[in-house]
């Protein structure tokens, strides 16, 4: 039974998201500050996290941000405005989706269980190919992702990838010289469910170029196809 941890500092909307996560059979802790969902998400490693952008003691922002360099499960982000700066930062540091308040809980719960299936896949399809005994592993020169261990390295050295980071860098890598529009790359890395836009792509571009390229101003792996969107080059 998949552990949900919802860090909400709203009395009301804290323990409505418990009661109707828990309706769906889900097990739930739910906490109201930055430091205590720090303590709850490294003493229960849960499989899901809410966690909402405003917090007292410790914004969501920084919980994201230490949470992201900790562990790897899908955090979504509920945030009081509908402001893309605020969706932009919350994808930067880390966070796989946000929903704006005031939301249905019918669309929280769709995209609950949408990354908790999204992650179920991806642990299935890493088990079956260690059960195996096969490596998968794509090597591009000094970069190398090794799928077994769903892991980016740059000459020998590991890369700090985001789970959103490596997906979209293994897509294009998968589809190395063709060139997918930003459509195409959201809704297969972030699915159908996920209601940003595309700048969201531009945003982990960017942030990809940075961590593989020799000149990310100038870049020689991940080029621009104007007017249309990326085409990874190896």
Known sequence: MPLILVVEDEVSLREALAYNLERQEYTVEAVGDGMAALEAARRLHPDLILLDLMLPKLDGVEVCRILRQEMSIPILMLTARDD?????????????????????????????KAHLRRERLIRTETGAAQDTGVK???????????????????????????????ELLLFLARHRGQALTRELLLQRVWGWEFSGGTRTVDVHIRWLRERIEADPANPKRIITVRGSGYRFEG
């Open 136 to 166: 998968e592993v794509l090597e591009f020169d000094n970069l190398v992702l090794d799928l077994t261990r769903r892991e980016a390295r740059l000459d020998h050295a590991p890369l700090p990838l985001t789970p959103k980071e490596f």
């Open 84 to 112: 893309e700066i605020d969706r932009v930062i919350g994808l930067e540091i880390g966070a796989d989706d946000y929903i704006t308040k005031p939301f249905s809980m019918r669309e929280l719960l769709a995209r609950v």
